[in-house]
């Protein structure tokens, strides 16, 4: 009914979000302040840290042959030039694991996460402290690229700085438009820094080749009505938020308003193009919006898979690589329309002539889910918090059958996606928590 055509199914974790533990990370310091919305504390999460084994068996359950992973970086590098190597043994324990079970490993070196140290130092608002990013990178490749030949440098870099410094929702929680293109920019050349690093490891360790990406949020940005200052809106919001930045991270191309701050020459900085797609935004003016009335999750985001080919082509017409999907996801707590959503995301891609290899699931297991904490659940399988116990959820039994059978057939339309209908157009489970004094107090 749909072939995948070598569609290559997995699916994707971040570190911080799912091994807890007390480290002394950006994110860890958040929690303890009490900023999470739902007031869970990052330092619980899935504790897959302890039980990683028990998540392997998992994935081999589920017929998984392809996992995207991340490194704690405050579990590597606790202390200012100190690397604990107890700690990047446990990842070369856990990736050879996997391996052993044939499951191939994509490697996140930097998932929003990054110890309380570096941010003491400014963290990515400093040009010069790209050097300690460089230098945690080396040690991770050096220990661990033996095992592993594909490498996201920088998870999401537009949705890193544009919470942190522009709505001021995340970390730093400031509001500052100069300072948010700042902060991209410096990104922007220690993403460079990187991919030349990472294949030098390669070269010098006469390793073969090796596969480079950054993870580039891409949103749909929909003119609102037809209107010029919309289409201008909707034009200029594309371009800042990954256009531009694509052509600065891909190719070293630094258009106004981006900067080449480390005068890095114009190349190419990415051997594929890593891509996650959620959702879109309806613009009015120089502002976006959720559409009303429109199929949407449980945190409000729009669900919009006619956005999804769009934005693959645009990247693709600047640099014509193979593309991965390195996230693509639904918060879908009652695991209800999960099904369907994967359904027609997957059938755009598939029916498009773009040269897509990989798509991750996000995520593999519920986890903490940044600002909003564990409420929100992507996963295809269930986390009882309380207990830890894991439970595959109907979407995940769904995709073991996907990959084993390459396609969607008749009977697993017909048994998972048929029947089922997105729910109201206006539900967000955290409107509770918004409206709630004490979180206000807490904001």
Known sequence: MLDFKGLKLGVATASAQIEGGEVDSNWNRYSNQGKIIDGSNIK???????RYEEDIALL?????KHYRMSVEWARIEPTNGNFSMEAIQHYRDE????????ISV??????????????????????????YFIRFATFVVEHLGDLVQDFCTINEPNVYAVNAYLFGEWLQEEK?????????????????????????????????PVNVCFALNMRCFTPNSYSLIDKIGAKALNFLYQKGLFLAFAKGEFAFPFRNL????????????????YSRGM????????????PKNDLGWEIYPDGFVPCLQMVHSIMPLEIMITENGCCDNND?????????????????????????????????EWKEGELPRFGIVHVDYETQKRTIKKSGWMYKELIENNGFTQQIFDTYVKDIMYHGTDVNILQPYYNNDEWKNRR
């Open 44 to 50: 619980r999460a899935t504790d897959h840290y302890n």
């Open 60 to 64: 081999e359950s589920l017929s998984i």
């Open 95 to 102: 990736i050879m694991k996997m391996q052993a079970k044939g």
């Open 106 to 131: 994509l490697l996140t070196l930097h998932h929003f996460s990054e110890p309380g140290w570096f941010c003491d130092l400014g963290s990515f608002e400093k040009v010069k402290n790209i050097s």
């Open 176 to 208: 500052n438009f100069f300072k948010t293109l700042h902060v991209l920019n410096v990104l922007a050349a220690a993403h460079i820094a990187a991919y030349n690093k990472i294949h030098s490891i390669f070269t010098d360790k006469n390793w073969g």
């Open 262 to 277: 480390c005068k890095h020459p114009k190349g190419k900085y990415i051997d594929k193009i890593g891509v996650n797609y």
């Open 283 to 294: 613009v009015k003016g120089f502002t976006d919006f959720v559409k009303e009335n429109a």
């Open 336 to 368: 209800a329309f999960r099904p369907k959503f994967m359904y027609e995301h997957l059938k755009a891609l598939v029916e498009s002539s773009l040269p897509i290899t990989h798509y991750y699931y996000w995520c593999f297991v519920d986890n903490f």
